[in-house]
């Protein structure tokens, strides 16, 4: 069965700094991969997602994600972060096989000092 | 431009009271969800819809209950609260059961379980 692994539960970065949120995955084909964040006391938002081919995706908000198939990795990047960017941020895995039950990694909650 | 509407918003249950979490989506999507997000873990998959008339159980389906109405409307029913049912959950819908698309998430229903 899938899973996700986000092993930074908090990770706290100035504003300005650059970013990189973790996630590894377990499947044994080619996974959907998604990154969605979450604002206080809102839904989740895509920021990006991968299917196929090119293994570095640009998403919405500046953030980018690399796919790395040998090391079952899907991390998010940012080059510069706003305080905005403070959220929790939330890796997920769709099977090829079609369908949209996603499963979701435990999140990673982003604090950004001033 | 509502997208996924959910209410009620908040609610406070005592144990073995019942209660229904409406989920409403405007954007003729085929398919509908309910995840519940508790802290550590992510959001779980409760139920599915892949489309109209149809159910499927996810991840954590025990002590609830769906009913796909409509197209539009998805609800989640608790026959008799616990405490463990404490937690946020969360509506989305995605346009198609395959093809890993988007989901779309509503804001959330903060339910507490006294």
């Known amino acids: 069965a899938q899973s996700v692994t986000q092993p930074d539960i908090h990770i706290t970065v100035s504003e300005g700094a650059s970013l990189e949120l973790r996630c590894n995955y377990s499947?044994?084909?080619?996974?959907?991969l998604f990154w969605y964040v979450q604002s206080p006391g809102q839904g989740l938002q895509l920021l990006l997602k991968?299917?196929?081919?090119?293994?570095l995706v640009q998403g919405i908000k500046g953030f980018e994600a690399e796919f790395k198939r040998s090391q079952s990795s899907f991390n998010l990047r940012k080059p510069s972060v706003h305080w905005s960017d403070a959220a929790e941020y939330f890796c997920a895995v769709g099977t090829s096989g079609g369908y949209n039950k996603l499963i979701f990694g435990a999140g990673t909650r982003l604090a950004v000092h001033p | 431009n509502a997208g996924v509407t959910q209410t009620p918003k908040f609610q406070v249950l005592k144990t073995g009271q019942s209660m229904t979490l409406q989920c409403a989506q405007d954007m003729n999507h085929n398919s509908m969800y309910w995840y519940r997000q508790d802290p550590g873990m992510g959001l779980r998959l409760i139920y599915y819809s892949a489309s109209e008339g149809t159910t499927d159980k996810g991840e954590v389906p025990n002590g609830y209950n769906v009913s796909r109405l409509n197209k539009r409307e998805f609800s989640l029913r608790l026959e008799s609260a616990a405490p463990s049912q404490t937690s946020v959950y969360f509506c989305?819908?995605?346009?198609?059961?395959?093809?890993?698309?988007?989901?779309?998430f509503g804001e959330g229903s903060r339910l507490t379980v006294l």
């Open positions: 989305a819908s995605s346009e198609s059961w395959t093809g890993g698309g988007e989901l779309f």
């Open positions: 499947y044994g084909a080619t996974p959907y």
């Open positions: 991968y299917f196929s081919g090119d293994t």
